[in-house]
């Protein structure tokens, strides 16, 4: 069932995903009885429990199942000499143009989209437009009272510029020797001109990164490492070859400290897009801290007595991409026999939500069925509801993603069983109360 999903998923229509975000609270956009603000989206009580589900699994993956990768949890704000070091000060930065007419601003490579302000909805290239210069994307903020050069400060653009910094402090710490690495899940902020398609494209976002500090004549090694194993992650979340593929980049598109680079890309409706990045960043990024802070950060072999500076391959992953994404491989809408229709997720249960749905066949019942999903509770995110037939109870637990409904019936208390309903295949099974924890769990938690 999931590989059917996953090939449909580039038929799948936005709009439809969208909609069932803001109605079953998923997603929806911040400050929304303002009318929202582009470029950022607050997450309901469904959607921060798939997003922290998802981090959740890769903090699992890439720090606790390895003994070579710790994490960190950074300051948002760090020394703006990181980010002068780093060449985001210099480099991070888009070729923009404005239009004279509608006085919008946007990206040069988009201008052949059709202008938003227009009546007709004139392609932006017939708009009257300035040459294109350079804008950068960082977010300024000011620290302290006053407002002078010296308070600037910059939002970071991207979680992995405190690694770096951290490096000398936390491999010191954590009796790590060369190779390791450093992960850390947090918040970036990149001042987006034209912030679109949903959550993939914001102005505030969340990264898991980390940072694998190895030998430079291991590079080529560890890059292939670290892509196998992040495909490994991605397969284990449901996606498939039918919508997940992995892209080098070409010469001319490396960043300014990369030397090589390959990008996880997902099938969306609006095309292929990256979701996840390797990078074989170099000896770029602790070369340039050293010469910025005045700190040696290479490092000495015990064995060889080798003194270097290690290179790094990198991974981030982006949270919000790959939780929309997982939405839109897991959506579908299905005629059943007779005519009738659901809305399904066919999320896997590593990232559903809500595990498993109690559902007593009538309130009468409320009092056996809530003491179930109390003890059910004490492992997963449990739903209960009585509210409607069963039919909609099943309706409404489908559209959201849970695996597995339990329904207490009036045999329930006599044979002390319960009906386990699968959201995929909607097969039903009698199983015995003692026996329903392990039955689940061995289900729930079968690819962690």
């Not at 009885?33 to 699994?57: H, M, Q, R, S, T």
């Not at 050069?149 to 020797?177: D, M, N, W, Y």
């Not at 390959?262 to 390797?278: R, V």
């Not at 981030?316 to 839109?328: F, I, K, N, Q």
Request: glycine share 6%.
């Amino acid at each position: 069932m999931e590989t059917q999903a996953a090939s449909a998923s580039a038929a799948v229509r936005m709009e439809d995903v969208v909609s069932l975000c803001a109605r079953r609270g998923f997603i929806f956009q911040s400050g929304e009885i303002y009318g929202g603000i582009n470029g950022f989206w607050d997450y309901g009580p469904l959607g921060v429990e798939l997003k922290n589900n998802l981090k959740a699994f890769w903090w699992q993956r890439t720090t606790r199942e390895r003994e070579d990768v710790v994490g960190i949890d950074s300051a948002i704000i760090t020394h703006p000499r990181t980010w002068e070091a780093s060449g985001h000060v210099a480099n991070f930065s888009d070729p923009m143009v404005d239009c004279r007419t509608c006085k919008r601003r946007f990206r040069a490579d988009q201008l052949d989209q059709p202008c938003p302000e227009a009546p007709a909805q004139r392609q932006v290239t017939a708009c009257d437009t300035t040459d294109p210069r350079e804008f950068n994307l960082m977010l300024r903020t000011e620290i302290g009272a006053s407002e002078d050069a010296a308070s600037t400060a910059f939002l970071r653009a991207e979680t992995c510029g405190s690694i770096f910094t951290s490096f000398r402090r936390v491999r010191e710490t954590s009796r790590q020797k060369i190779p390791f690495g450093i992960a850390q899940i947090g918040k970036a902020f990149r001042n987006e001109i034209n912030p679109r398609n949903f959550t993939f494209r914001s102005r505030e976002f969340e990264q898991a990164e980390m940072e694998f500090f190895c030998h430079p004549d291991r590079t080529g090694e560890w890059f292939e490492h670290w892509k196998a194993e992040r495909l490994r992650f991605h397969h284990d979340l449901g996606f498939d070859e039918t919508n997940l593929r992995t892209r080098p980049h070409e010469a001319n598109e490396l960043a300014h400290y990369c030397s090589n680079a390959e990008d996880i890309e997902f099938l969306f409706p609006f095309g292929w897009q990256e979701i996840e990045g390797i990078h074989d960043r170099g000896t770029y990024d602790l070369t340039q801290h050293t010469e910025f802070a005045g700190k040696d950060l290479s490092v000495m072999d015990e064995e060889s007595k080798e003194r270097f500076v290690p290179a790094v391959v990198e991974t981030s992953v982006g949270m919000d991409r790959t939780s929309l994404a997982l939405l839109v491989a897991a959506y579908a809408e299905e005629t059943l026999e007779g005519g009738d229709t659901r809305n399904v997720l066919r999320l896997s249960p590593i990232v559903a939500p809500i595990k498993v749905a109690v559902l007593p066949l009538s309130k009468k019942l409320g009092e056996p069925a809530r003491r179930l999903a109390a003890e059910l509770r004490k492992r997963w995110n449990v739903s209960y509801d009585e509210a409607g037939n069963i039919g909609r109870r099943y309706r409404r637990q489908d559209e959201v993603g849970t695996p597995y409904c339990v329904t207490w019936d009036f045999e329930s208390e006599g044979d002390q069983k319960v009906t386990v309903r699968d959201r995929d295949a909607m097969s039903q099974e009698r199983i015995g109360v003692d026996h329903l924890v392990g039955w689940l769990r061995e289900r729930l938690e079968a690819h962690l």
